[in-house]
């Protein structure tokens, strides 16, 4: 089993920053990769990035050039790192784990970006 926790959500204005950090317990072998979605308000999870065993990140589109995802291995935590904020990305940011049989999710961590 694994055990999930995000933190560092908040309210911010457009154009700024925000960290989002996750930390993991429990077995993590077999866990492949790892990853932040979201969720808006009335809408469906979605992926935002994700970083693989051996460290290879990838975003969706619309993230692209202004969120960084990284992992530290030792600590077992992964971050994802959002700058030029808009209001499009207020949602619920979930930390995801995923191998081969399940994903595990942590309870979300509320970021809401201000007009």
């Known amino acids: 089993q694994v055990q999930l926790v995000e933190s560092g959500g908040d309210l911010v204005q457009a154009g700024g920053s925000l960290n989002l950090s996750c930390v993991a317990s429990?077995?993590?072998?077999?866990?492949?990769?790892m990853g932040w979605y979201r969720q808006a308000p009335g809408k469906q999870r979605v992926p935002v990035a994700d970083?693989?065993?051996?460290?290879?990140?990838t975003y969706v589109d619309s993230v692209k050039g202004r969120f960084t995802i990284s992992r530290d291995y030792g600590k077992k935590m992964v971050y994802l790192e959002m700058i030029k904020l808009k209001p499009d990305d207020t949602a619920v940011y979930y930390c995801n784990a995923r191998s081969m049989f399940r994903d595990y999710w942590g309870q979300g961590t509320q970021v809401t970006v201000s007009s």
């Open positions: 970083i693989t065993s051996d460290n290879r990140p």
């Open positions: 429990g077995n993590m072998n077999g866990i492949l990769g």
